[in-house]
């Protein structure tokens, strides 16, 4: 088992930058990959961001490649995703989520997810 809690959303300026936490609670936190998923109102949950279990297989997103960046520390159980350059189509609410095996950007896959943060982007 796994709880998952979001930090560090809130409202920035277009261009702005925001970075997002991901604190988890469980003893084999470090065996899950990780991945970062947004929704939108009246939208479907999009995939941002994931990471394996070590932080050595990471994926992206299209559309965030070179804006965001996804880290861990699994000494600290936090996963980060660092946006830049946000947008006003990047308001969302975000969340994490865990699964045990590979890194998907399928949101079907994961078994554990926080309750999201907002992230609200102005122009």
């Known amino acids: 088992q796994v709880q998952l809690v979001e930090t560090g959303g809130g409202l920035v300026q277009a261009g702005g930058s925001l970075r997002l936490s991901c604190a988890a609670a469980?003893?084999?936190?470090?065996?899950?990959?990780v991945g970062w998923f947004r929704q939108a109102p009246g939208k479907e949950r999009e995939f941002v961001a994931a990471?394996?279990?070590?932080?050595?297989?990471?994926a992206y997103a299209d559309s965030m490649k070179g804006r965001f960046t996804i880290s861990r520390d699994n000494a600290k159980k936090t996963v980060y995703l660092q946006m830049n350059s946000l947008k006003p189509e990047d308001t969302a609410v975000y969340y994490c989520?865990?699964?045990?095996?590979?890194?998907?950007?399928?949101?079907?896959?994961?078994?554990?997810w926080g309750q999201g943060t907002q992230v609200t982007v102005s122009s």
């Open positions: 989520a865990a699964k045990t095996g590979g890194v998907y950007s399928d949101y079907g896959l994961y078994d554990y």
């Open positions: 990471c394996g279990w070590s932080g050595g297989r990471i």
């Open positions: 469980g003893r084999t936190f470090s065996s899950y990959a």
